[in-house]
């Protein structure tokens, strides 16, 4: 098989045998795939693990039941192993990984998605430890919208109408914001849970923004049922556990 330059996010690994790793990666240009990398395992320095974007040589599965790709030749691109040492960004880091890997369906590129993905591990590293939860939410929003599910924020998703401040509850099944006419009854949006949502959907890039817990803990219950509700996943992060 012609092989392929692979240009990846690790995802996880495992031992496949005494010297190769079994590798789940994310790809710019496969999507999710998994493949097994000979010899892997060698050296204290391992290059494949969770945490790098890497540049690898893969071979397609010559039979598309196998579905494992032969992977050789990895360069490390980008580390961001040291966020291990810090718990805070780490678990929001994992996440991150998780999100992907049990979401995305295999052999399905985003390109912009893998785009979202390594600008927000890249944000980890560098931005303030309190900013960690703005990163998630943030992946997360632009995750829920190129899989079809996206939050409505700018108009009502009953009327059409456009959304301002004071506004209703966010509403899964609606599939986003209701404007207070549509929601009469119903409680609204407190202004801060209002303000961190258009600040993180309105953002190219993660934004350097401190999200309170309480704020953080109630826009990943919905964006998480949300996306749950209309993929038919239920949908834990266990990497969370560690916050």
């Known amino acids: ?55 690898v040589k893969g071979y397609p599965p010559r039979n598309a039941g196998d579905g494992l790709w032969n992977l050789a030749r990895p360069e490390v691109n980008e580390d961001w192993r040291a966020l291990a040492g810090q718990p805070g960004r780490m678990a929001y880091a994992f996440a991150l990984l998780e999100l992907c890997d049990r979401t995305l369906h295999e052999g399905e590129p985003h ?26 939410l943030w992946f997360l929003i632009r995750l829920v919208d190129e899989l079809g599910y996206t939050v409505q924020y700018e108009l009502c998703p009953r009327c059409q109408k456009p959304l301002v401040y004071p506004v209703g509850p966010f509403v899964a099944d609606a599939g986003g914001v209701l404007c207070r006419d549509c929601s009469r ?59």
Not at 16 to 42: F, Q
Request: hydrophobic share 50%; proline share 5%; with cysteine.
């Open 111 to 136: 390109e912009a998605l893998y785009d979202a993905l390594a600008s927000a591990l890249a944000a980890l590293a560098a931005k303030s430890d309190g900013s960690g939860a703005a990163v998630l």
């Open 1 to 55: 098989m012609t092989p392929v330059l692979l240009k990846a996010v690790v995802l996880r690994t495992r031992p496949y045998s005494e010297t190769s790793l079994w590798v789940r990666l994310y790809t710019r240009s496969h999507g999710k795939i998994a493949g097994i990398a000979k010899g892997a395992r060698k050296g204290a320095d391992r290059i494949l693990a969770p945490l790098t974007e890497v540049e």
């Open 185 to 243: 009854g119903l409680a609204a949006m407190p202004q801060a849970e209002w303000e961190v949502l258009v600040a993180l959907a309105c953002g190219d890039t993660p934004p350097e923004l401190n999200v309170e817990p309480r704020v953080r803990d109630v826009w990943m219950a919905r964006l998480l049922g949300h996306l749950s509700l209309h993929s038919d996943r239920l949908l834990h992060l266990d990497s969370l556990k560690l916050l």
